[in-house]
């Protein structure tokens, strides 16, 4: 391809910086804090997935409504009142995603420099906007970036929107990202083309197969962030 001035389109967590592995890990520490003596912990991670499905319809994305997931889960399913000793250990879990450094997904320092020289490049997230907009300063990366889009929720309403008010020519548009059902399929449903970038990790409420695109518009998986040099 290499036509100048496209305009790329970054989904951000676990695209351009690990962020669902940090919610493992306090997981993983949750459930083990919990000790369950009658559900395992394949029974309290679906019971928690559950409950983050309800609290993400109710209360958005972030850091704070898996706080309330956290909480709600260990009230429904531990046998022991929640105290506030407890209460403060479970909020020590969800402290612990944001005090963590930033990290680069593999290839994206590097890249990015060189894609932004030559195209429109802009971050389109989901979640709580404070914590996104704090996460893309301290990344270094915000420089690289036109505009910052923070949606509530990315379905296929939310990219024509978005394509309408950046003016953007859908055929020379592509959303890049790592989820099939925020990234890839309402994208390519808006009519926008699709780079899909696996990541080993994605959130389970994440996991859907990737649509074949509609007439028009092009899909391309990569296997990392540098091959994005080979089309832009
Ligand atoms: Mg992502």
New binding site residues.
């Given amino acids: 391809m290499n036509h100048l001035d496209q305009t790329l389109l970054f989904?951000?967590?676990?695209?351009l910086w690990e962020?669902?592995v940090y919610f493992e890990r306090a997981i993983t520490a949750f459930i083990s804090y919990l000790d369950h003596r009658v559900h395992t912990t394949e029974e309290v991670r679906e019971h928690l997935n559950s409950v983050e499905r309800q609290t993400v319809a109710a209360h958005g994305y972030g850091l704070k409504s898996f706080r309330r997931s956290l909480i709600r889960c260990f009230e429904e399913l531990a046998d022991m009142p929640l105290t506030e000793d407890k209460h403060h250990r479970i909020v020590s879990f969800v402290d612990s995603i944001s005090e963590q450094e930033m990290e680069l997904m593999p290839g994206v320092a590097e890249t990015l420099p060189a894609l932004a020289a030559r195209h429109r490049l802009m971050v389109v997230?989901k979640g709580d906007e404070e914590e996104q907009i704090d996460k893309l300063r301290r990344s270094g990366l915000a420089a690289y970036f036109t505009a910052v889009e923070v949606l509530p929720e990315k379905h296929e309403a939310a990219y024509r929107a978005l394509a309408a008010r950046h003016a953007c020519d859908r055929r020379q548009t592509w959303m890049i990202?790592?989820?099939p059902k925020?990234?890839i399929n309402p994208a390519l449903a808006a009519g926008l083309n699709a780079i899909f970038v696996p990541?080993d990790f994605?959130w389970v409420l994440?996991h859907e197969l990737v649509d074949q695109p509609p007439e028009g518009a092009k899909l391309i998986e990569l296997g990392s962030f540098r091959d994005l040099l080979n089309y832009f």
């Fill in positions: 989904d951000a967590d676990d695209t962020n669902n997230t990202g790592n989820s925020s990234d990541h994605t994440e």
